[in-house]
């Protein structure tokens, strides 16, 4: 079954990326994901950008975006959302997280 991928910039509504797949593993998704890292960089002047939103359905999924993303485990995106969620994040540091809704 396909699904349509798609990440938002904090900035505007317009999609930053967007594709549609019939393979959901993990690691080609991360790859199709580092793959839109690289060329915002190359066209960027070697600055990366935060995509802020992703809505995804599957644990391979989740995992895929915060490697891709975030170069972050599932433990790891657990504890600085606790942060988050306590305060104790500085503002800086959340607009470089990619956050996931399920």
């Given amino acids: 079954m396909p699904f349509l991928y798609c990440g938002l910039l904090a900035s505007s509504n317009i999609p930053a990326f967007q594709f549609l797949t019939t393979r959901h593993d993990a690691s080609w998704l ?16 070697g600055r990366s950008v935060t995509v ?24 790891e995106y657990l504890c600085v959302s606790y942060n988050v969620l306590t305060e104790n994040v500085a503002a800086q540091r959340l607009r470089q997280i990619t956050f996931i809704s399920l």
């Fill in 52 to 75: 802020c939103y992703l809505v995804i359905d599957f644990f391979a999924l989740i995992h895929a975006v915060l490697w891709a993303f975030n170069n972050m485990d599932l433990i």
């Fill in 30 to 45: 991360s790859t199709m994901m580092h793959m839109f890292n690289r060329d915002v960089q190359m066209c960027n002047g």
